[in-house]
């Protein structure tokens, strides 16, 4: 059987994101007879339907551009952020970058975590080597190797 989704993609109707967008209305231009007069009916179309993808308690999403105040970046790679629903909250986190966060909602824990990786950029680009331990070496290389700074 046919997704809703993908029935309206065959069908050629517009979609943004999951949710269906198309609502027009249409004269008939027929015309009816009635003991008063007679008149012409407008009838507002739509399909009646909300198309919405249910996302499950725990997905992986990649991410490319980390954009903060001061600074946008864009990863050499794709980071792979796995998000996951706790009891009331949010989580997304990368194990690599050691970055964990915490959000109401999926999209706010995504978000949360993207100012991270800024912040952590921003910190380990100005961290001096010599001073750093061994694990802040490596975050600094990671850092500064899978990102690069971009403008607009």
Do not use: C
Not at 18 to 29: A, L
Not at 124 to 144: H, I, M, S, V
């Amino acid at each position: 059987m046919e997704s809703a989704l993908a029935e309206k993609l065959r069908e050629g109707l517009p979609v943004e994101g999951f949710r269906h967008s198309w609502s027009r209305s249409i004269v008939t231009g027929e015309s009816y007879e009635s003991t008063e007069d007679r008149r012409f009916q407008a009838i507002k179309v739509g399909t009646g339907e909300s198309l919405t993808h249910e996302i499950g308690d725990k997905f992986k999403v990649p991410v490319f551009v980390f954009v903060g105040p001061d600074v946008k970046l864009r990863s050499v790679k794709p980071v792979s952020v796995s998000v996951s629903r706790g009891a009331s909250l949010w989580f997304a986190e990368n194990e690599r970058l050691d970055i964990y966060v915490t959000g109401e909602t999926a999209n706010k824990a995504i978000d949360e975590f993207v100012q991270h990786v800024v912040d952590f950029y921003i910190h380990y680009k100005g961290l001096d080597t010599a001073e750093a331990a061994r694990g802040a070496r490596e975050l600094k290389r990671l850092f500064g190797e899978g990102f690069t700074e971009v403008s607009g």
